[in-house]
């Protein structure tokens, strides 16, 4: 299985301790049940977790992603900070990852412009 998706974070627990996680998306693909499976890790913080299942692919992606959501915000919930490598700044996590911005904004010296589409007629 292929990652599709990568990005390393330093998660802080509440004592203070630090260690950097690695969150992977795996591509989609079918088990040998022709179930949609999606690989969603985050290595340094779980142990290999269970490949999250659907009936199809984009559900299984969208499920993987909501669930290292919850992970992540349960993880602050508890007291937690997810912090970007080699800072002290805490990673804005539903406003820059989880969410689209209707205004621009700058996190961790990248600019984020909204995304404006018109349906197709």
């Known amino acids: 299985m292929d990652n599709i998706a990568e990005?390393?974070?330093?998660?802080?627990?509440?004592?203070?301790?630090?260690t950097d996680v690695t969150i992977t998306i795996g591509a989609p693909y079918k088990n040998d049940d022709s179930i949609w499976s999606c690989s969603a890790q985050m290595d340094g913080l779980y142990p290999p977790l269970h490949h999250?299942?659907?009936?199809?692919?984009?559900?299984?992606?969208?499920?993987?992603?909501s669930f290292i959501h919850k992970l992540c915000n349960s993880f602050i919930n508890n007291g937690g900070r997810i912090l970007f490598q080699g800072t002290d700044g805490d990673v804005p996590l539903d406003e820059a990852y989880f969410s689209i911005p209707n205004s621009k904004k700058t996190f961790a010296n990248q600019s984020i412009e909204p995304i404006v589409t018109t349906p197709v007629d």
């Open 7 to 18: 990005t390393t974070f330093t998660f802080m627990k509440s004592s203070g301790e630090k």
């Open 52 to 65: 999250i299942m659907s009936d199809d692919s984009f559900h299984s992606l969208c499920l993987g992603i």
